[in-house]
């Protein structure tokens, strides 16, 4: 398997597995394969959305009414 390090890459692999595996042609080895293979783009593509989370900060308007950048925390519930 080809090592795919953009998300955009890992989600249309995903489709493309999915989509495969809903046809329910294939063999029963084949379709572990694919279940584990989509399984660790899953993974990937949670932990790069994590990543990017992290990095995002928004621009708030100050009392002084000039922009500044702040981190992005995320409310837990």
Known sequence: ???????????????EIATELEKGDLDLDTSVSKFEEGMKLSKE???????????????????????AEENFVQNEE
Do not use: Q
């Not at 990543?51 to 922009?67: Q, S, V, W």
């Open 1 to 15: 398997m080809e090592e795919r390090t953009n998300f955009e890459d890992n989600m249309k692999r995903l489709e």
């Open 45 to 67: 593509c949670s932990e790069m959305l994590e990543k990017a989370e992290k990095k995002i900060t928004m621009l708030i308007k100050g009392e002084n009414g000039e922009l």
